[in-house]
T-cell receptor, first 113, second 113 residues
Framework: DAGVTQTPRHEVAEKGQTIILKCEPV?????LFWYRQTKIQGLELLSY????????DGGAFKDRFKAEMLNSSFSTLKIQPTEPKDSAVYLC???????????FGHGTKLSVL | GDSVTQKQGQVTLSEDDFLFINCTYS??????LLWYVQYPGQGPQLLLK?????NKGISRGFEATYDKGTTSFHLQKASVQESDSAVYFC????????????FGKGTHLHVLP
C-alpha cells in the first residue's frame, strides 16, 4: 500500500542555491498539497493542486517558491534562491476528499547554510 | 478570518494517566474539526474528525468532542500509553474553503513509562 513518497528525506543547501523537492502522491488522489512546517509558524500551506491544476499558490511564498505538477503522479517544489530562513520540513500531502483527510509523506528536512 | 488556537505546547503524563487537550476556534461557517497526530520522523496523520452534525468522534481509544457554545473542541483519552507520545494538532476546515486546513500549533505529548 503505497502512501505519499517524498525525496530526498534530507537536503542541505548553501544560501543562494536552487533546490527541488519531489513528491509522489497516493495513486488515484486528485488533490495535492505542499506545506512547510517549522516550530515557530507550525504548518503553512504553500501550494494546492486539484486534478493537476494549481488552485492556491501560497501568497507570501510566491516569490521564490514554485510548485509544479507534471502529471497526476508526480509533483515538485522548487525553491530559488534558497535562504537560511527556508530551513524547515517540507511536507507533501494528497487526498481524494479535499482537505478533510490528508495523507502526508514523511517530509523533506531542508537545512540552508 | 478563520483561526484555531491550541495553547498547550507540551504535556507530560505517566502511563495510564488521563489526557485532555483543548482547542478553540473561530469561524463564520459550519466547520469540520480535525485532530492529526504526528509521530517522530513522520508526517501528520488523521486521527479523528468531528462535524457539527455528529459532535463526537472516536478512534484508537481517543475521543474528540466539540462544543459549539464555547467554540472549542477537545481530544481526550482515558489511559495513555508510552506509544501515544507524539505531537497532536487540532485543525479546522471551513466549508467555504474546503481545501484549506487551518492547523493549531500542536501539543507535544510525552508519556513517561
Amino acid at each position: 500500500d503505497a502512501g505519499v513518497t517524498q525525496t530526498p528525506r534530507h537536503e542541505v543547501a548553501e544560501k543562494g542555491q536552487t533546490i527541488i523537492l519531489k513528491c509522489e502522491p497516493v495513486s488515484g488522489h486528485n488533490d495535492l498539497f505542499w506545506y512547510r512546517q517549522t516550530k515557530i509558524q507550525g504548518l503553512e500551506l504553500l501550494s494546492y493542486f486539484r486534478s493537476k491544476s494549481l488552485m492556491e499558490d501560497g501568497g507570501a511564498f510566491k516569490d521564490r517558491f514554485k510548485a509544479e505538477m507534471l502529471n497526476s503522479s508526480f509533483s515538485t517544489l522548487k525553491i530559488q534562491p534558497t535562504e537560511p530562513k527556508d530551513s524547515a520540513v517540507y511536507l507533501c500531502a494528497s487526498s481524494d476528499r479535499g482537505a478533510e483527510r490528508l495523507f502526508f509523506g514523511h517530509g523533506t528536512k531542508l537545512s540552508v547554510l | 478570518g478563520d483561526s484555531v488556537t491550541q495553547k498547550q505546547g507540551q504535556v507530560t503524563l505517566s502511563e495510564d494517566d488521563f489526557l485532555f487537550i483543548n482547542c478553540t476556534y473561530s469561524t463564520t461557517t459550519y466547520p469540520t474539526l480535525l485532530w492529526y497526530v504526528q509521530y517522530p520522523g513522520q508526517g501528520p496523520q488523521l486521527l479523528l474528525k468531528v462535524t457539527t452534525a455528529n459532535n463526537k468522534g472516536i478512534s484508537r481509544g481517543f475521543e474528540a468532542t466539540y462544543d459549539k457554545g464555547t467554540t472549542s473542541f477537545h481530544l481526550q483519552k482515558a489511559s495513555v500509553q508510552e506509544s501515544d507520545s507524539a505531537v497532536y494538532f487540532c485543525a479546522l476546515v471551513a466549508d467555504t474553503n474546503a481545501y484549506k486546513v487551518i492547523f493549531g500549533k500542536g501539543t507535544h505529548l510525552h508519556v513517561l513509562p
